[in-house]
């Protein structure tokens, strides 16, 4: 049985989508077990119901850490958050992993100062699972944990990404990149050029060189590394290109009849490229570089994306991927 620490208080639909997702995994994966972190009374009768399940119990908490709470003091001073207990309960052994769609600040100090970073990691990473039109899609880090990284960090971010591609989504020799202003080798800053250095000395990596934003979901790599600040930007670009277009697509195709008439036509095909860019059926993704399991929501999460995250969270415990990161790291600092 693998135990899962859900904070059921973070996100934008909170408490009823992390509920209801809670409950769609456990039916759907009869070894896991969630633990609902938060703040029972707050939750609708409906949602109640749902929650009386075998494997799922409460474990209350009465603060909330808000999104517009400064992250580090928030988890110093709200350590009977849902956030902060998430993870605790994580440290003490009642769960193998902790999922949370609230402040990302908070949830990474959070690991930070509860659980502390995997031996040898100078700094952990938040991911992203983005779509790609070529292959399975492309998983990006960091996205907005460390904004000012040095070039061995991105190496490091490399190294785990790669292992973790490898161990979650099968794909037998993950191709890495920097994510850069160009292809050639002398672009980009001091921080990209020597990282690109380390990651092409290091043999066991399968390093590809720079990719340009532009080329970034085309399928050129599995894996695409930057520094938190462009990787957060990238994403959040692409995020508001794909809302913005498709539903300009939908209000083009909804004009008049005859648009209609051809919307119908062509309705299979929209909706299946649709659930393609929806980050709800992806899931979250987890902070790497951690001792121990920790998954990030978005937040504007619904109950389908809780439970991918949480039947992905299960898969990574099974997995025991830590380990084989950990191993990544020390041949990766002995290489150097």
């Not at 849902?82 to 999922?99: H, M, N």
């Not at 994403?235 to 909804?254: P, Q, T, Y």
């Not at 920790?294 to 994306?305: L, N």
Request: aromatic share 6%; with cysteine; charged share 25%.
């Amino acid at each position: 049985m693998v135990t899962i620490a859900l904070d059921v208080m973070g996100g934008d639909w909170a408490p009823g989508a992390p509920v209801r997702g809670a409950r769609q995994a456990v039916d759907a994966r009869g070894d896991v077990r969630v633990l609902l972190v938060g703040d029972r009374e707050r939750v609708s009768a409906e949602e109640r119901a749902l929650s009386s399940h075998a494997r799922l119990t409460w474990v209350q908490a009465d603060e909330v850490i808000l999104t517009a709470d400064a992250p580090v003091q928030a988890v110093r001073q709200k350590r009977e958050s849902s956030l902060v207990k998430t993870v605790q309960l994580v440290r003490e052994g009642d769960a193998r992993a902790a999922i949370s769609a609230g402040n990302t600040g908070a949830l990474m100090a959070a690991g930070l100062f509860v659980l502390g970073r995997l031996k040898g990691i100078e700094r952990p990473a938040l991911t992203a699972i983005l779509p790609s039109f070529r292959g399975w899609g492309v998983l990006m880090l960091d996205v907005g944990a460390n904004l000012d990284p040095k070039p061995y960090q991105l190496y490091q971010y490399a190294i785990m990404g790669s292992i973790y591609c490898r161990e979650i989504y099968g794909v037998e020799n993950p191709r890495v990149a920097l994510l850069n202003v160009g292809v050639e080798a002398e672009k980009g800053p001091p921080l990209v050029r020597q990282a690109y250095e380390l990651m092409i000395g290091d043999r066991h990596l399968n390093f590809v060189g720079n990719v340009e934003p532009r080329e970034l979901l085309q399928g050129q790599a599995d894996v695409v590394v930057s520094d938190g600040f462009a990787g957060n930007v990238a994403l959040k670009a692409i995020e508001g290109a794909a809302r913005d277009i498709f539903h300009e697509v939908r209000e083009a195709l909804m004009g008049n009849w005859r648009r209609k008439l051809g919307a119908l036509l062509v309705r299979d095909g929209f909706r299946a490229l649709a659930r393609r860019w929806d980050y709800q059926e992806q899931g979250g993704a987890p902070l790497l570089g951690l001792r121990q399991i920790v998954y990030k929501c978005h937040g504007a999460s619904d109950a389908r994306a809780f439970r991918q995250t949480i039947l992905k969270a299960a898969e990574y415990c099974g997995r025991d991927a830590q380990s084989r990161i950990l191993e990544g790291i020390e041949r990766g600092a002995k290489a150097q």
